[in-house]
């Protein structure tokens, strides 16, 4: 370990270097960056990133590759006043690089194999020592955040038809590998991998040289489904919506009196054809966002305008309810960036939930603030709340707290998360039993 004392520097709001200590501030200058630019060190960039968007200390070892030589480096991030993170380096261990150390023999050599135009790499523990950066837009993968971390963080793995998964064998064997399918964690696309087996000269397994391909069989069936929803879609709306109008129709009488349970039944048919069409809208949206090729606008909004617009939109429905929406004041304005339309509908679904879960005579609040460098809607309900061990499950596909309640399909909550992500912001829920639920929006501030 070379002693180099504890290092300090201090990153702005912005991802800039504001201040550093000379071993920092010379790493950094190496790696081609300086004083009131971007860090341009990565792993200590994407863990001031990290820091500052959650607004948390996180203390973790990271490996940076300088000019001769790797560094294992520990770092603490610590967000202070104004979205700025102080970071402090309290190890500074220099060691050889990977490349020189396990270059293989000249008579086992590891070629790349063929399947995929990505590339990634392990040591012998199964580390993650290399990735294509392309991988990251193709892919989704977060390849600066994955460097030294182990391979299962980046893939899924599945098992084959008999069972087994090709990357063990290899392992056992010391060999490659092909056809080994998985897909990439948090965004779930499928892929096949495939590898070569590294040797160190004394024969000793040292790691993977692997590709990364679209799974085609995979992708087949994703465009069948997509092809299917898209036509289920177009199907299912149009019928839909004549259903609705002339059960409204009845319902209002408009051709004249009916039996009074003639006209409930025509309030029933009508909501029931509501729900469906609001059912094939999140359809839509899902198939939409789990897309590769979707996109967010990166536009300038105001966040307290659109959380007013999601409160006048769901005014009707919360007064049927009994409950009274307070909405941000008039003047109120909290600029930021993001696309308008994805906004407002991260905002009905969390207006709409609150709404729907209050008790009557309760209020839902919509409360804007600026916090560093996130711009944050507040949306607070006085409901039943939601306990800790459900609170990470709500967002996930599919999933509701109670589903023998009545309500929508499981998706809103992981589709309004997925465009708040996809936005550079997040959604989390903060809550407990009998203390409603709170809901907090970001997006990068203005």
Same mark, same amino acid.
């Given at each position: 370990m070379i002693d180099r004392g504890t290092v300090r520097g201090l990153i702005d709001q912005e991802g800039r270097l504001a201040s550093a200590d000379e071993a920092l501030l010379a790493l950094n200058a190496r790696a081609g960056g300086a004083i009131g630019e971007p860090l341009a060190v990565n792993p200590i960039a994407t863990l001031a990133r990290l820091a500052g968007r959650l607004g +948390? @200390?996180?203390?973790? /070892? +990271?490996? +940076?590759?300088?000019e001769v030589a790797? @560094?294992?480096l520990w770092i603490r991030a610590q967000p202070v006043e104004g979205g700025a993170v102080a970071l402090t380096i309290g190890d500074w261990r220099e060691r050889q690089p990977w490349r020189q150390l396990l270059r293989p023999a000249a008579d086992r050599p $590891? !070629? @790349? !194999? %063929?399947? /995929? %135009? &990505?590339?990634?790499?392990? &040591? $012998?523990a199964m580390r993650l020592t290399a990735l294509s950066p392309e991988a990251g837009g193709r892919f989704g993968l977060d390849v600066a955040g994955l460097l030294g971390r182990p391979f299962t963080q980046a893939f899924r793995l599945a098992e084959g038809a008999d069972g087994d998964l090709p990357v063990i064998a290899a392992l056992a064997q010391r060999q490659g590998f092909a056809g080994q399918r998985a897909t990439i964690r948090g965004s779930d696309r499928p892929v096949l991998i495939a590898a070569t087996a590294r040797l160190d000269p004394g024969g000793a397994f040292a790691g993977f040289v692997g590709t990364i391909a679209v799974d085609p069989d995979a992708a087949e069936a994703a465009t069948l489904t997509q092809a299917f929803s898209a036509r289920l879609d177009t199907v299912l709306r149009a019928p839909l919506g004549i259903i609705v109008a002339n $059960?409204?129709?009845?319902?209002a009488q408009a051709d004249g009196p009916l039996r009074a349970d003639y006209v409930d039944y025509a309030a029933d048919i009508a909501s029931a054809g509501r729900h469906l069409i609001a059912l094939v809208d999140d359809l839509a949206d899902l198939q939409a966002i789990e897309r590769p090729d979707f996109v967010v606008a990166a536009d300038a909004i105001d966040l307290a305008d659109v959380a007013r617009r999601a409160g006048g939109l769901l005014g009707v429905r919360a007064s049927d309810a009994g409950v009274r929406i307070d909405r941000p004041m008039p003047d109120d304005t909290l600029p930021t960036t993001g696309e308008f339309r994805r906004a407002l509908q991260v905002m009905v679904n969390l207006v709409g939930n609150a709404v729907r879960y209050s008790p009557e005579g309760g209020t839902v609040w919509i409360r804007t603030e600026r916090e560093g460098a996130n711009a944050i809607v507040v949306v607070a309900d006085q409901g039943k709340g939601i306990a800790a061990q459900d609170q990470a499950r709500i967002f996930d596909k599919f999933e509701r707290v109670d589903r023998s309640e009545p309500g929508g399909s499981g998706i809103g909550l992981y589709v309004a998360r997925r465009l708040a992500r996809a936005m550079g912001g997040d959604l989390t829920v903060d809550s407990a039993p009998e203390q409603g639920a709170r809901f907090v929006f970001s997006l990068p501030a203005r």
């Amino acid at each position: 370990m070379i002693d180099r004392g504890t290092v300090r520097g201090l990153i702005d709001q912005e991802g800039r270097l504001a201040s550093a200590d000379e071993a920092l501030l010379a790493l950094n200058a190496r790696a081609g960056g300086a004083i009131g630019e971007p860090l341009a060190v990565n792993p200590i960039a994407t863990l001031a990133r990290l820091a500052g968007r959650l607004g +948390v @200390l996180i203390s973790r /070892g +990271v490996t +940076v590759a300088d000019e001769v030589a790797d @560094l294992d480096l520990w770092i603490r991030a610590q967000p202070v006043e104004g979205g700025a993170v102080a970071l402090t380096i309290g190890d500074w261990r220099e060691r050889q690089p990977w490349r020189q150390l396990l270059r293989p023999a000249a008579d086992r050599p $590891a !070629p @790349l !194999p %063929d399947g /995929g %135009d &990505d590339r990634w790499e392990t &040591d $012998a523990a199964m580390r993650l020592t290399a990735l294509s950066p392309e991988a990251g837009g193709r892919f989704g993968l977060d390849v600066a955040g994955l460097l030294g971390r182990p391979f299962t963080q980046a893939f899924r793995l599945a098992e084959g038809a008999d069972g087994d998964l090709p990357v063990i064998a290899a392992l056992a064997q010391r060999q490659g590998f092909a056809g080994q399918r998985a897909t990439i964690r948090g965004s779930d696309r499928p892929v096949l991998i495939a590898a070569t087996a590294r040797l160190d000269p004394g024969g000793a397994f040292a790691g993977f040289v692997g590709t990364i391909a679209v799974d085609p069989d995979a992708a087949e069936a994703a465009t069948l489904t997509q092809a299917f929803s898209a036509r289920l879609d177009t199907v299912l709306r149009a019928p839909l919506g004549i259903i609705v109008a002339n $059960a409204d129709s009845i319902h209002a009488q408009a051709d004249g009196p009916l039996r009074a349970d003639y006209v409930d039944y025509a309030a029933d048919i009508a909501s029931a054809g509501r729900h469906l069409i609001a059912l094939v809208d999140d359809l839509a949206d899902l198939q939409a966002i789990e897309r590769p090729d979707f996109v967010v606008a990166a536009d300038a909004i105001d966040l307290a305008d659109v959380a007013r617009r999601a409160g006048g939109l769901l005014g009707v429905r919360a007064s049927d309810a009994g409950v009274r929406i307070d909405r941000p004041m008039p003047d109120d304005t909290l600029p930021t960036t993001g696309e308008f339309r994805r906004a407002l509908q991260v905002m009905v679904n969390l207006v709409g939930n609150a709404v729907r879960y209050s008790p009557e005579g309760g209020t839902v609040w919509i409360r804007t603030e600026r916090e560093g460098a996130n711009a944050i809607v507040v949306v607070a309900d006085q409901g039943k709340g939601i306990a800790a061990q459900d609170q990470a499950r709500i967002f996930d596909k599919f999933e509701r707290v109670d589903r023998s309640e009545p309500g929508g399909s499981g998706i809103g909550l992981y589709v309004a998360r997925r465009l708040a992500r996809a936005m550079g912001g997040d959604l989390t829920v903060d809550s407990a039993p009998e203390q409603g639920a709170r809901f907090v929006f970001s997006l990068p501030a203005r």
